[in-house]
């Protein structure tokens, strides 16, 4: 089955980057609509960005001008630059496949927004001085 693992978070200072990674194995992901997503905490699931398979990238306000999404399409992987990180961008960050009609699928399985929270474990990202 398709599995979706991020990567790359840490603890990094107000105005660093950090480049998270999500890495897709039993499946192909380069036809896919790939997203970042995160919850910060006590907060629900906020949508950064997204990349079509063509690679034209989608970027939400928050994200905008701050943040890049990318994808390797040989290497199954998407990624998410993110430089100037502020506080408020410490969050728990997943990585998604937008199915189409409020559908995605998280780390092994389909997952809408009408079901508890289970999107695996993600990659935490810390930003504090």
């Known amino acids: 089955e398709l599995q979706l693992v991020e990567s790359g978070g840490g603890l990094v200072q107000p105005g660093g980057s950090l480049r998270l990674s999500c890495t897709a194995s039993?499946?192909?992901?380069?036809?896919?609509?790939m997203k970042w997503a995160r919850q910060a905490p006590g907060q629900g699931l906020e949508w950064v960005a997204g990349?079509?398979?063509?690679?034209?990238?989608y970027y939400t306000d928050l994200a905008k001008g701050r943040f890049t999404i990318s994808r390797d399409n040989a290497e199954n992987m998407v990624f998410l630059q993110m430089d100037s990180l502020k506080p408020e961008d410490t969050a728990v960050y997943h990585c998604?496949?937008?199915?189409?009609?409020?559908?995605?699928?998280?780390?092994?399985?389909?997952?809408?927004?009408?079901?508890?929270?289970?999107w695996g474990q993600g990659t935490q990202v810390t930003v504090s001085s």
């Open positions: 998604a496949i937008d199915l189409g009609g409020g559908e995605y699928y998280f780390k092994d399985k389909p997952w809408h927004p009408g079901q508890d929270p289970d």
């Open positions: 039993g499946g192909s992901i380069r036809r896919s609509y």
């Open positions: 990349i079509y398979n063509d690679g034209t990238p």
